[in-house]
C-alpha cells in the first residue's frame, strides 16, 4: 500500500530536524516570550489518575505553541499516555486545567474536544476494521458530513495511498498503514491540535520510520501535533521541542537536540541512547 522506499527512509528521517527547523517556525526555547503569543493547547499542573485517590498526574505541565511538533518521553508509568487521555477527558482531572486557545477545556467529553480543534489517535484498536479506509474516514466526520470532500482531498493529498485504496476494508491493512487510516480519520475535523498516542508502537523499524514521516507532513501541513512516544531517539530527532515525564510531572524539558546531548536526560531516561551518542 505504501508509495514510500524502504531505502530512502532510513536518510530522510534522519534530516528531518534539519529539515523542520527551516521549514516551521522555532519553538518558545528559541524566541522571545513577547514573540510566541499563547499555546494552542496547555495542561497547567495536572493532577489525575484512574481510580479514586490514585493519582498518575502530579502536577504535569506541558505547552504546544501553534505549528509545534511536541514529544513526550519518559520510563514506563510515567504518566505519557495518562497526559493525552486527560487532555482528551477519557480520565478523571482532580487539579490544573487544560486550556486550548485561551479558553478552559478541562474535563470536556470527547466529542466537544473534537468540534474544538482537538484529534487524537490511540495507540491501540484506532481503525473500525469491518469498515473501508473511505467509511473510516466518513466516521472522522459525523458530526459534521458536509465537508466529507473537501477533507477527503486534504487527508489524501498528504497520504495519497488512502485515495488510491480507498475501497479496501481497515481490517486488511498492516499495522503502519491501519495507524495511516486513523491518522487520517482523526484529520478529517480539521484539527489546531493532533495528539498521537504511541504511533510507532509494534511497528518494525521500517515501519516506524514511515509513520515519523508522516507524523512530520502532517505537522509541515499547519497541524500542532503532541506525540507520546517509546521511541525516544526518533521523536527527539524530529520533534521541536520534549517533555521528558516522571512519575507524573515533567522533569526536563528543551527542545529536541538539546535533549539527545543532556548527559543525566541520556543516563537516567534514554537508555541505549547513550551508547548511540558514543558514535
Not at 28 to 40: F, M, N, Q, S, W
Not at 107 to 128: D, E, I, W
Amino acid at each position: 500500500m505504501s508509495d514510500i522506499n524502504p531505502n530512502e527512509v532510513n536518510d530522510e528521517t534522519n534530516v528531518l530536524a534539519e529539515d523542520s527547523a527551516r521549514a516551521r517556525p522555532q519553538g518558545p526555547h528559541t524566541l522571545a516570550p513577547t514573540d510566541r503569543g499563547e499555546p494552542v493547547l496547555k495542561t497547567d499542573n495536572l493532577i489525575g489518575g484512574y481510580l479514586p485517590g490514585v493519582n498518575i498526574l502530579n502536577g504535569c505541565t506541558i505547552e504546544a505553541y501553534p505549528g509545534e511538533l511536541i514529544g513526550i518521553i519518559g520510563p514506563n508509568g510515567a504518566g505519557k499516555s495518562t497526559v493525552l487521555k486527560a487532555i482528551f477527558g477519557q480520565i478523571k482531572i482532580r487539579g490544573g486545567k487544560v486550556i486550548l486557545k485561551g479558553e478552559d477545556i478541562t474535563g470536556l467529553k470527547a466529542n466537544k474536544l473534537v468540534t474544538k480543534g482537538v484529534g487524537m489517535v490511540p495507540q491501540n484498536n484506532n481503525v473500525f476494521p469491518s469498515l473501508t479506509i473511505e467509511e473510516n474516514l466518513e466516521m472522522g466526520l459525523f458530526q459534521k458530513p458536509s465537508i466529507f470532500a473537501e477533507r477527503f482531498d486534504f487527508v489524501t493529498t498528504l497520504f495519497p495511498e488512502l485515495g488510491k485504496r480507498r475501497k479496501q476494508r481497515a481490517g486488511s491493512l498492516s499495522g503502519g498503514e491501519r495507524q495511516m487510516v486513523a491518522m487520517g480519520r482523526a484529520l478529517m475535523m480539521e484539527p489546531s491540535v493532533l495528539l498521537l498516542d504511541e504511533p510507532s508502537a509494534g511497528l518494525s523499524p521500517v515501519r516506524q520510520d514511515e509513520t515519523f514521516m508522516r507524523v512530520h507532513q502532517i505537522n509541515r501541513a499547519g497541524v500542532s501535533v503532541i506525540m507520546v512516544e517509546q521511541n525516544a531517539r526518533r521523536c527527539l530527532q524530529i520533534c521541536d521541542r520534549a517533555y521528558v515525564l516522571d512519575q507524573g510531572r515533567d522533569a526536563y524539558t528543551g527542545t529536541g537536540r538539546e535533549l539527545m546531548k543532556d548527559p543525566k536526560v541520556i543516563e537516567l531516561y534514554l537508555g541505549t541512547l547513550a551508547a548511540d551518542q558514543g558514535h
